[in-house]
C-alpha cells in the first residue's frame, strides 16, 4: 500500500460506520411500541374549525357516556360498556364505536365497535391485555346525529 492510501481508507470506513449506526438506530426507534405520532395530526389541524363544530354540537345535544371496564384477565381480555343518556334518559339505537389506545403503547390502538345491552347501555369484549390507563375515542352515531367523546379509564388486571 502506498504512503497515505490510509486516509481515503479512514475516512470511508468512518463513514460507514456512521451510516450503518443510523440505520441501527432508525430501525429500533421505529420498532418501539411505546412511540406513538398522533395519526393524521396535520388533517387534524387544518380541520380545527370543525372539531370545534362538532364539540359545541356535542354540547348542544347534551349526551354524556360513562366507560367502565371488568378487570383483565389473560386470554380473555376485558368487557367495555359505554352508558350513554341524556338527562338521565338513557340513548337507544345508536352505533357506539371506540378507538382504545392504552397511554404506554398508544402505537398499538384497538378499534372496537359496541353492542347494545340494556337500555342505553353498550358493550363489547375487548382484546385488552395490558392493564393501566387507557384513552378512549368514543363515536356514537344516531340518525343524523355524531357525538364524540374521550375518556380516560384505567383498567386493572384481575389476579388469579
Known sequence: MKRGAAWPLAVMTILGLTIAGNVWLISVAN???????EENYYQRGVHWD???????????LGWRVVASASPIRGGYGSDLRIALNSAARPIDGAVVTVRALHLARAGEP????????????YEARVPLE?????ELRIVVRRGTDRFT????????????
Not at 370543525?50 to 348542544?60: I, S
Not at 384497538?110 to 347501555?121: F, H, K, P, R
Open 110 to 121: 384497538v378499534d372496537i365497535t359496541l353492542t347494545a345491552s340494556d337500555a342505553g347501555a
Open 31 to 37: 420498532a418501539d411500541p411505546s412511540f406513538a405520532v
Open 130 to 134: 395490558r392493564a393501566g390507563l387507557w
Open 149 to 160: 367523546a374521550i375518556e380516560r379509564l384505567d383498567v386493572s388486571s384481575a389476579r388469579p
Open 50 to 60: 370543525d372539531e370545534m363544530a362538532q364539540r359545541r354540537r356535542n354540547d348542544a
